[in-house]
């Protein structure tokens, strides 16, 4: 019974493809007496030689020949199925690093997440909130993943793939303690309406502002400088009214009042993205498969 060894068959190939017993050593970064004994081991299990010696000028014997595409698809198929169980172990006890805006990961992600992690309980998932310009600056020095950004980047980078997940209306939340407004609401009539505003580079500072001055006005701003979490509280204390994703408002609760903006309101769009010269990892790509299934699923429901 013939027993080759998979180091064997490397060290066979690599003096194949050299011609040379010292630089195949080399590339295999072993001795070349031990690169020799493995290579004499091979040729006396199979009863042939697999090189002929002569002077120096390596060549191989028709019985090499014969081996050579063999071990070299022997290899192949060993890393393949090499790759194929590490890929499987990552699902069981790998990390994904995700990035997405604060109001994504308010509106979007628990529920994804959640399905997520029942399909997968071993992954850990680690989040980084940020705007989509800082988002978009850590994936390309591959501290992320993936992230889900908002379109038109801030800064378009051909070293990054984007793709599109979602297009969310944007609409008016208001204390409940407060006079109803009226519905729906054109952007005009946020003139002189107090306003609780995000902090500077938030996406939805810079599209409520943008908005705005389309319509001729300056925002006014009773409270400025919050995170998603914080511009809710302090609509919810009456200081003033916020422009926010629809997901965010359909979770605020019935502390908040709601009120959709009069066409054509203002829309954001949503993207997954991942650097485009390194493939994520396995546990990263079924995440995607999973937000991309989501929207399918969610998108399919209001047809």
């Given amino acids: 019974m013939v027993c080759m060894q998979f180091q064997q068959l490397t060290y066979f190939v690599a003096v194949a493809e050299a011609r040379h017993f010292t630089r195949a050593a080399e590339q295999v970064h072993v001795s070349q007496p031990s690169l020799s004994q493995q290579i004499r081991a091979l040729e006396k299990e199979l009863g042939a030689e697999l090189f002929s010696r002569a002077r120096g000028n390596i060549t191989l014997t028709d019985a090499g020949e ?16 090499r790759h194929e169980v590490l890929e499987l172990a990552q699902l069981r ?33 680690l989040i980084e909130e940020g ?13 992320l993943d993936l992230a889900l950004v908002v379109l038109p980047l801030p800064t378009p ?34 003139e002189g309406e107090p306003m609780v505003m995000f902090r500077h580079g ?10 705005c001055r389309a319509e001729g006005f300056e925002p006014y701003f009773t409270v400025e400088g919050g995170e998603m979490d914080a511009v809710l509280g302090f609509v919810r204390a009456g200081l003033g009214v916020a422009v926010v994703p629809s997901m965010v408002a359909a979770r605020a609760g019935r502390d908040l009042l709601v009120t959709p903006l009069a066409r ?39 047809v």
Avoid: K, N
């Fill in 66 to 81: 014969a081996l050579l595409p063999l071990a070299l698809r022997i290899l192949a198929d060993a890393d393949t199925a």
């Fill in 93 to 125: 006890r790998g990390r994904v690093r995700l990035g997405a805006t604060p109001s994504l990961c308010t509106g979007l992600l628990p529920d994804v997440l959640r399905a997520f992690h029942d399909q997968h309980p071993g992954i850990q998932l």
């Fill in 202 to 211: 938030y996406d939805l500072r810079d599209l409520t502002l943008s908005a």
């Fill in 131 to 143: 705007g989509s310009h800082d988002l978009v600056r850590e994936l390309a020095r591959g501290a």
């Fill in 157 to 190: 980078s051909p070293a990054l793939t984007t793709v599109e997940l979602l297009q969310e209306d944007l609409v008016v939340v208001s204390s409940a303690a407060s006079p109803a407004p009226r519905s729906p609401l054109r952007i005009a009539d946020l």
């Fill in 264 to 302: 054509p309101g203002l829309r954001r769009t949503i993207a997954l993205a991942h650097r485009s010269d390194v493939a994520p990892p396995r546990a990263a790509r079924v995440l995607q498969e999973v937000l991309l299934a989501s929207h399918t699923a969610s998108a399919s429901s209001r």
